[in-house]
Structures are given as structure tokens and as C-alpha cells.
């Protein structure tokens, strides 16, 4: 099974990370979650600012590398933690929003 980080790992537009208006976590049937897609989103527009995917190997160690290289309290680093190691059960490419959608079963 994969997670969320390693989605976002190996994923990318044009030949670059994705960014945070290009992906949303739906559930199975495509229903947006709107807390997990505003984290998801939090994540990628200010922690992924210190560092890039490909320079880590796992969401733990991207959660270290951001806490002790950025000023974010700890309770912000659980909850990346959290979306991170969410299980990711498929992607669904949705060309006429011009989005990637992330399923997980929350």
C-alpha cells in the first residue's frame, strides 16, 4: 500500500512537484474531503518550502527534516504527519478540473 507521501514523491506535472491547487483527497466514489485536502494543501504551500521530495526518503524523515529546520510547532508536524502516512488507494486524474485526486477511506 502506498501513502500519501509516496504518492506525492513519485508524482509529477510537467516534470515538477506537484502543487497545491493541483491535488484533492476525495473518497472512493470522488467525494472531496475538504479537512484532509486543506492539510494536504497546507503542507505542499509552506513545509514543502524548505525542502524538496526528492531529497528525502520517507515522511518520517521529512517530518524531522522540518522540525529541525523550521520554526512549525509540533502539534502542525503531527498533523503533516498524519496526511502523510495516509494510505492512498488510487489516483484519479481529472483533466477538465485540472486536478489529481488522492483516495484514501477517511
Same mark, same amino acid.
Given at each position: 500500500?502506498?501513502?500519501? !507521501?509516496?504518492? +506525492? /514523491?513519485?508524482? #509529477?506535472?510537467?516534470?515538477?512537484?506537484? *502543487?497545491?491547487?493541483?491535488?484533492?483527497?476525495?473518497? &472512493?466514489?470522488?467525494?472531496?474531503?475538504?479537512?484532509?485536502?486543506?492539510?494536504?494543501?497546507?503542507?505542499?504551500?509552506?513545509?514543502?518550502? !524548505?525542502?524538496? +521530495? /526528492?531529497?528525502? #526518503?520517507?515522511?518520517?524523515?521529512?517530518? *524531522?527534516?522540518?522540525?529541525?529546520?523550521?520554526?512549525? &510547532?509540533?502539534?502542525?508536524?503531527?498533523?503533516?504527519?498524519?496526511?502523510?502516512?495516509?494510505?492512498?488507494?488510487?489516483?484519479?486524474?481529472?483533466?477538465?478540473?485540472?486536478?489529481?485526486?488522492?483516495?484514501?477511506?477517511?
Amino acid at each position: 500500500m502506498q501513502t500519501v !507521501f509516496d504518492v +506525492l /514523491k513519485f508524482i #509529477s506535472v510537467n516534470h515538477q512537484e506537484v *502543487e497545491s491547487h493541483q491535488v484533492v483527497v476525495t473518497d &472512493p466514489v470522488g467525494k472531496p474531503n475538504g479537512l484532509l485536502t486543506d492539510l494536504l494543501h497546507d503542507l505542499i504551500n509552506n513545509a514543502l518550502l !524548505f525542502v524538496t +521530495l /526528492k531529497d528525502v #526518503s520517507s515522511a518520517t524523515e521529512l517530518i *524531522e527534516h522540518l522540525r529541525t529546520h523550521t520554526p512549525l &510547532p509540533a502539534d502542525v508536524l503531527a498533523e503533516y504527519a498524519k496526511i502523510l502516512t495516509e494510505d492512498c488507494y488510487g489516483l484519479n486524474f481529472a483533466p477538465q478540473k485540472g486536478q489529481i485526486e488522492l483516495i484514501v477511506h477517511r
